[in-house]
């Protein structure tokens, strides 16, 4: 199977062991799902998915930041206790993510649930002299780590920058350069806050990912993932805390998934036009959703337009009615219409949903012109199952 390697900068063929370590990472829980994390874990479920039809067991890991910098300001302004919000958050997301019928993940772990791991590896980083305490803050010594910035490949400028836009603090006189990193910080009046051999408070973001993916999958990830906004500086940052201690990849292949934007805007909370995945799914089914989301290429940005999902909506109908009543199978037995086979090619090639999409609904219009016998059918509803989407129940919700 081809994949975008971003670390690579190239698609490259994967050579995976049965068994394949997959880290995701997971949402910040303070706000609703919105369509742009539906896109990004659609995408790898969908290489979930493709990975277990060609007989490997994955072992998917994707995480809570149930404490950072985004929670506790939004639990503060709702006046709510930072869990509580996240509870809900989670409980909404999971609803989610259950309705657009995704894999499960194997381990969920929680930031708040991981707290020790996370000064553990702190207090590591620190005897080895990768990090440095600054007043109430432990800072991670970037210029320890030549390679940084290897999978953006950005300049020192550009991650300035970026460090400055995305929660970073190049400014802080308490840090020695501008892009070393927080590893602990001390908490603020009403944050939580935890005992630590280096004072009192909290973790930052990135050490975050690194403790947790190393508690469940080990020193080496086969495949890291996440939206294209992580590259700088959370996983740049993740593989200088976790190589510098581990002496050894972090992960073997890095995928990212693109932004999306809404209507010729980019989707955001400050613009305040987050499509929610909620939202969604009072007016389509969940399968449409899925449906919409194939149409788009996971490594080009795209821009979604509310008439997508009725077009979604009625192709999805297109399917079932084709594909409804026959059995999954690959056609044995009656010759094979190449349908399946089809679509596993199209995805081993750097997961190109849109031709998936394509081949789904050519091969619904030849049923429904009744060109197609039994065998395109059984095909088609194999190929839909492998691409999440179950042909054998009637629509959901009625086409409005
Ligand atoms: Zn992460």
Redesign the pocket.
Known sequence: MRIYDTAQRSIVEMELDDHVGMYV?GITPYDATHLGHAATYLAYDLLIRRLENMGHTVTLVR?Y?DVDDSILPKAAELGEHYLSLAEREIDRFEADMAALRTRPAAHEPRATWSIDAMITMISQLLDAGHAYISEDRVFFDVTTFPDFGKLSGYSADRMIELAAERGGTPDDPRQRSPLDFVLWQASADGEPSWPSPFGPGRPGWHI??SAMSYAALGETIDIHG?GGD?VFP?HEC?IAQSEALHGAPLARYWVHAALVSYQGHKMSKSLGNLVFVSDLRARIDPRAIRLALMAHHYHTEWEWFDSEGLTAQRDLDTLVSAGAGASPAAGSGDGSSGLLAEVQAVLDDNLNAPMAHAALLDAAAAVQRGAAGVTLRRELAAAADLCGIDLSSPLATAAP
């Open positions: 990472c995480n930041t975050e990912c996440g992580l959370h993740e």
